[in-house]
C-alpha cells in the first residue's frame, strides 16, 4: 500500500509537540511538506521530519498536491485555509476551535463534502485515557443519568506554550477571536457533549479578561449549561491558574459521582451510593508540561485509510462551536442564549 502523503499548515507547538511526531511516527504517512510564513520554523521540521519547506498554503496544495493536510494555524485561518485544502482534494485535519463564526464551520462541511474529502477536528479530549473509561463507565448504565456537572480547563495561558509568546496572535482577537473559552472552553464544550451524549441548549457566562495585559480577547470564562436532556452544569476555562493545569470534570449522577482528573495516580474515581469506591488507572491526561500522544492524527489517518468518516466530523466541530459562541453572546447580550443546533 502506497503511503498517504500529509502535509502540515502551520509550524508553531501545536505541530512541534502532537502533530509532527505523531504523523513521522505512523508507518502510513509520509510527511511531503511544512508550511509556515515564518521560514525558518518551516525549515527546522523539514530537518527533522522530511518534506519540502513551502511559505504559502496555496503554492505547496499545487505542487505536492498531498492526499491530507493539518491545519494547525491561528484561529481565523482555520476556515480559509480548510478550504483551500479541500478544494485542491486534501482530507483536512483542523485544530480547534474550528473556525470563528458558524457560517465559516458550516462553508468547511460543504467544501469537504463537495470535494468529496473528511474534514475531522482535533477535539483530542476524546482520545484521553481517562475521558475513554469514563465514557465506558457512562455507557454501562451504572452511574444512570447524569444530574449535574462541573468541567474545568485552566492553565497559565498560552505565552508559556505558543511560539509567539507574550502578545503572539492568541492575544489578538482579529487573529484568535476567542481567549480562554476558545481555546479551552471549547474543549469542555466538546468533552461534556460527547460524555454525556447529550447537547448544550441553553448557555448563560460572565466572560472576562481579568489578569492579561495588552489584549482584547478574554482569560476567564465561567459558564453554566442546560443540557438537552434536563441536566445542568458548570463549563470553566481560565489562563490565569498560574500555579498549574487543571483539566477535571465531575459528574454527579443518579447512582453516585464520577471524578475525572482530580488525581494524579487515580484518574478516574467512582464513589457509589452503596458506599463502594472504584479507582481506575488508565494513563494521565495530557497537559501543556508533559505531552503524551493525542491519538487524533491516527484516528485521522485510518478514517482515510479504510474510508471510514471520522467520529470527530466538521458537524461535532460546529456544535462544540455553537456553545463557545452562546457564552460569548450571552455575555455580550448580558443574558441567557439558547444554543443555535
Ligand atoms: N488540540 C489541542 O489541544 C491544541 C493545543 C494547542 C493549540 N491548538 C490549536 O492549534 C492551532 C495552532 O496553535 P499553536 O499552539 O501551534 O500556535 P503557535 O503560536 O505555537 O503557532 C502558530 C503557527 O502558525 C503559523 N502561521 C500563521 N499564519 C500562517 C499561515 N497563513 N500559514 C501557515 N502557518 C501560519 C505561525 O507563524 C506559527 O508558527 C490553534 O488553532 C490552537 O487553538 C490545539
Known amino acids: 500500500m502506497s503511503k498517504l502523503k500529509v502535509a502540515v499548515i502551520g509550524c508553531g507547538s501545536i505541530t512541534i509537540h502532537r502533530h509532527a511526531p505523531e504523523y513521522a511516527s505512523n508507518p502510513n504517512v509520509e510527511i511531503v511538506a511544512f508550511v509556515d510564513p515564518v521560514q525558518e520554523r518551516a525549515e527546522k521540521l523539514v530537518a527533522k521530519y522530511g518534506g519540502k519547506a513551502y511559505t504559502d498554503h496555496n503554492e505547496m496544495l499545487k505542487a505536492e498536491k498531498p492526499d491530507a493536510v493539518s491545519v494547525c494555524t491561528p484561529n481565523a485561518l482555520h476556515a480559509p485555509i480548510s478550504i483551500d485544502a479541500a478544494d485542491a482534494g486534501a482530507h483536512v485535519l483542523c485544530e480547534k476551535p474550528m473556525a470563528v463564526s458558524a457560517d ?3 462553508a468547511m462541511i460543504e467544501a469537504a463534502k463537495k470535494n468529496g474529502v473528511y474534514l475531522m477536528i482535533g477535539h483530542n479530549q476524546r482520545y484521553m485515557p481517562p475521558h ?3 465514557k465506558e463507565i457512562l455507557k454501562s448504565g451504572k452511574m444512570g443519568k447524569v444530574l449535574t456537572f462541573r468541567t474545568s480547563f485552566g492553565h497559565p495561558g498560552p505565552e508559556g ?5 507574550k502578545g503572539g ?3 489578538q482577537k482579529n487573529k484568535a477571536f476567542v481567549g480562554a473559552m476558545g481555546d479551552l472552553g471549547v474543549h469542555k464544550a466538546d468533552l461534556i457533549r460527547w460524555l454525556l451524549d447529550d447537547e448544550a441548549v441553553e448557555v448563560g457566562a460572565f466572560v472576562g479578561t481579568l489578569h492579561k495585559e495588552d489584549t482584547d480577547v478574554d482569560d476567564n470564562a465561567n459558564c453554566i ?11 470553566v476555562a481560565s489562563w490565569t491558574y498560574y500555579r498549574g493545569e487543571d483539566n477535571s470534570t465531575v459528574l454527579w449522577c443518579e447512582n453516585g459521582v464520577m471524578k475525572i482528573g482530580t488525581h494524579p495516580e487515580d484518574q478516574v474515581i467512582v464513589e457509589l451510593r452503596n458506599g463502594t469506591v472504584e479507582k481506575y488507572q488508565v ?3 495530557s497537559t501543556n508540561e508533559k505531552q ?9 489517518v485510518e478514517s482515510i485509510l479504510t474510508k471510514t468518516p471520522p467520529s470527530v466530523s466538521g458537524e461535532e466541530g460546529a456544535k462544540s462551536l455553537a456553545v463557545i459562541l452562546a457564552a460569548m453572546e450571552s455575555q455580550d447580550r448580558n443574558t441567557i442564549v439558547k ?3
Not at 161 to 165: A, L, N
Not at 292 to 299: E, N, P, Q, Y
Open 132 to 134: 475513554v473509561k469514563a
Open 225 to 235: 449549561l442546560r443540557m438537552k436532556s434536563g441536566a445542568i452544569g458548570s463549563l
Open 104 to 106: 465559516e464551520a458550516q
Open 169 to 171: 496572535w492568541f492575544f
Open 283 to 285: 494513563g494521565g491526561i
Open 292 to 300: 503524551l500522544s493525542s491519538g487524533v492524527i491516527d484516528a485521522f
Open 339 to 341: 444554543v443555535k443546533a
Open 161 to 165: 506554550w505558543s511560539i509567539e509568546g
